[in-house]
């Protein structure tokens, strides 16, 4: 299963790849350099496909557990203050993604949605320390009925040019679903009350929808 958000994306690449298979058939005569150009094209559509994918994840629905709300490596956990909408100490929880991970933003917890907006910005690594408040991000507030209010981040890193975010003010949503979609490679942040308990670990690799990233 692949996001919607690819389905452009993969047919324009299907097409051009078809095309280069053909072109390279009809007019190159080296074998060697024809086959070389037609695997070059074939991983370059399995690429695409595969950062595209989308998989069906069994999300934990309980509102004790703040779940990941994407794959990739946990590389922050600390406390710091949140300037833009809390304007007090938090905890932060920092999920890395590289290009290979699942893209896919999922809802870290149930609840309505307080807050959504959309910053433009620079497009530095998404591992450097300016990059939550520099870079191409949106930050998301959902209100749950136990943790009260938590924020997430999507920001952009290096590759990364365009943030999907559906979350919308006033809206209900539900544990797990789909919140959005960032392309080629970024970095999430949650921000949670001070006391949270924190269940995973500096350099931890984690499922978006499916680990429990902080419970009550």
């Known amino acids: 299963m692949f996001h ?9 690449a299907t ?16 074998t060697w350099l024809r086959m070389t150009i037609q695997i070059i094209g074939l991983i370059f559509l399995i690429l695409i496909l595969q950062f595209f994918r989308n998989p069906k994840r069994v999300t934990p629905n309980d509102d004790n557990h703040v779940i990941a709300p994407v794959d ?6 600390e406390e710091v203050f949140e300037p833009e909408y809390f304007n007090d100490k938090r905890l932060q929880v920092s999920i890395f993604m590289s290009p290979i991970n699942v893209h896919v933003t999922r809802y870290a917890v149930n609840g309505k949605i307080n807050f959504s907006k959309y910053h433009p910005g620079k497009y530095l690594v998404a591992w450097h320390p300016k990059a939550s408040t520099e870079n191409e991000r949106t ?15 999507q ?12 979350a919308k003010e006033g809206t209900m949503v539900k ?12 970095r999430v942040d949650l921000f949670l009350p001070l006391g949270t308990k924190i269940n995973v670990s500096l350099n931890q690799t984690v499922k978006g929808g499916e680990t429990v990233v902080a419970e009550k």
């Open 139 to 153: 930050t998301v507030v959902i209100e749950n009925q136990n943790f009260g209010e938590i924020l997430y981040r």
């Open 72 to 77: 990739g490596k946990v590389v922050v956990i």
């Open 175 to 186: 544990q797990g679903t789909d919140a959005g979609f960032i392309k080629f490679g970024s």
């Open 155 to 166: 920001i952009a890193g290096a590759l990364a040019r365009r943030i999907v975010n559906y």
């Open 15 to 30: 097409i051009f790849v078809a095309a280069l298979i053909l072109v390279a058939d009809h007019f190159i005569a080296l």
């Open 4 to 12: 919607k958000e690819g389905a452009k994306i993969i047919l324009i």
